[in-house]
């Protein structure tokens, strides 16, 4: 497995992580459980209306916060729409009860990914681990 999937699984494996942005200088976290690769590069899914979506397209920067067995994982970098129709689609069969909500062709389904960052891998009994995105 390389080391992106390793940091996708993870999250996989929490089935919830915690997404930082800034507004401002107001920093704002809610729960997020989309997560994807696609083309080797680490896919989340949020609608256009939501304030997470304004804030990430005012500042970029952004941070994933999981943790599960002892071990937390912070991503960091900064996060990129992908427009495409097929990556929307790919997230929409990734997790099919989004479909009540949101198509590939509507107006408000965003999907972004890190173009740049790292992650980092953290635990009581072990130095930490740093992987690139
Ligand atoms: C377990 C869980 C998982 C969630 N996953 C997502 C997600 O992947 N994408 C998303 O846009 N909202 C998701 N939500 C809803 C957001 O947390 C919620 O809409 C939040 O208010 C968005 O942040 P904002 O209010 O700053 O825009 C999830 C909520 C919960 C409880």
Redesign the pocket.
Known sequence: MSDIERVCSFLEECG?YYLATADGDQP?V?????IMLYEGKLC????KV???SRQLSANPKAEICAFRDGTWLRVSGELAEDSRLEVKTAMLEKYPSLRAMYSPEDDNTQVLYFRCGQAVFSSFTAAPETVSL
């Not at 809610?30 to 989309?34: A, S, V």
């Not at 989340?44 to 609608?47: A, E, M, N, V």
């Open positions: 919830t704002r809610r729960p997020f459980g989309t989340i899914q949020t609608g939501k304030a997470v």
